[in-house]
């Protein structure tokens, strides 16, 4: 089978990180910016970054609705941190109204913003992750966690008692940053799932 196309929404945040680590799991990855790009991949990755900077970037660019309808139509994606909050059904502590973040209503979870605390508060652990071997060394950055989970949400990973792994249909996400540790076991499972 061809290697899957994946984009990676290129509009702020650890783009390349994510590029680099979908190529070393098999994928052809090709950055995403606008809506001919996103019609045009089998899945999409949104990556950690910031998450009102890049719902404003989606409404300014057009891609706010295509993403939503792609989600909706069963595009398989994956989020990192920003990409696990804009994934949600709903944000809490969304940002400073008009500003706010945006959920595009790819999981059927509620997401609190920045829930671990803010920059200096950010930590690395190393934790189980279901599905994997072993632990994964998790890095999290002002990192969100899920405060309520849907009926078909699994929960793949928790930290500090709350999940900050899931998976719903071909939707991943997770509150931390498995990109900027070389183990690529996380793209490899969602790249795997994309040939089955």
Avoid: K
């Avoid at 290129?10 to 950055?31: N, S, W």
């Avoid at 059904?89 to 945006?102: K, Q, T, Y």
């Avoid at 928790?158 to 991943?172: D, E, I, K, M, N």
Wanted: charged residues 25%.
């Amino acid at each position: 089978m061809s290697a899957p196309r994946v984009g990676v929404l290129a509009l702020q945040g650890d783009t390349r990180e994510h590029l680099a680590a979908l190529t070393e799991a098999g994928a052809d990855a090709v950055t995403v910016r606008r809506a001919a790009e996103l019609d045009a991949v089998d899945a999409l990755v949104i990556p950690g970054g910031e998450s009102t900077t890049m719902s404003h970037l989606l409404r300014e660019l057009d891609l706010l609705e295509p993403l939503r309808e792609r989600l909706r139509d069963g595009l398989p994606a994956y989020g990192s941190c920003a990409g696990m909050i804009l994934l949600a059904s709903e944000i809490v502590d969304a940002g400073v109204p008009g500003r706010e973040a945006l959920p595009l209503g790819g999981l059927d979870i509620t997401v609190r913003r920045n829930a671990f605390g803010r920059q200096v508060d950010s930590f690395e652990e190393d934790i189980p992750f279901s599905g994997l071997d072993g632990t994964v060394h998790a890095v999290f950055i002002r990192a969100p966690w899920v405060e309520r989970v849907g009926d078909d949400v699994e929960v793949l990973a928790r930290a500090a008692g709350h999940p900050v792994a899931v998976r719903q249909g071909p939707v991943f996400a997770t509150a931390f940053h498995p990109e900027i540790t070389g183990d690529r076991r996380v793209h490899h499972l969602f790249v795997d799932s994309l040939r089955r």
